[in-house]
């Protein structure tokens, strides 16, 4: 089965420096097949036997522990996860939307609909965000530099984890899947 792992915090600042072609090397030596990464952040494509996503992100963390001494959270989604976000994006029902503003979080757990309270979203206006099961949407008006809803914050108010990418990058994922 192919999956698609997002690694969360890698190359970042210069923190958890990590190069691709190492992290290849590790997790086809973890008995992955068929590794491919793309950009520097931490989008990794496999496959395994393994169905279960969540087995697969420990088996990827659990190596890069091993053998770089990081902790890296990882969430692990399937190719109809993927689409599911590019389908679903609320923010594609207005008109002339900028997609250079727009940004999906992966988050590690399903949040029920109540999640988006605990958020507290109308405090940073204009920005926006709608929770769709395991995904939050954001449209960063303030750009993804400047707001306050980061992925810092999502995690802390939800007591998950959480990675970002923006929509550019979605679109070339589902493109290599």
Request: hydrophobic share 35%.
């Amino acid at each position: 089965m192919k999956h698609l792992a997002l690694l969360r915090g890698i190359n970042v600042s210069g923190h958890n420096m990590i190069k691709m072609d190492t992290l290849k090397t590790i997790l086809e030596n973890a008995g992955f097949q068929n590794v491919e990464t793309y950009v520097q952040s931490g989008n990794v494509f496999l496959e395994t036997e393994d169905e279960n996503p969540q087995s697969v992100g420990f088996t990827i963390k659990q190596e890069i522990a091993k053998h770089l001494g990081f902790d890296v959270p990882v969430i692990v989604i399937s190719k109809t996860d993927l689409e599911k976000c590019l389908t679903n994006n609320p923010f594609f029902k207005e008109k002339e939307v900028d997609t250079k503003k727009l940004y999906v979080a992966f988050i590690s757990k399903e949040l029920n609909n109540s999640a988006i309270n605990e958020l507290k979203i109308s405090q940073f206006k204009p920005d926006e965000a709608f929770i769709d099961r395991n995904r939050i949407y954001m449209k960063l008006e303030t750009g993804a530099g400047n707001t306050k809803l980061t992925q810092k914050y999502i995690e802390k108010k939800l007591n998950v984890i959480a990675t970002t990418r923006n929509w550019n990058t979605e679109n070339k994922l589902i493109e290599m899947f």
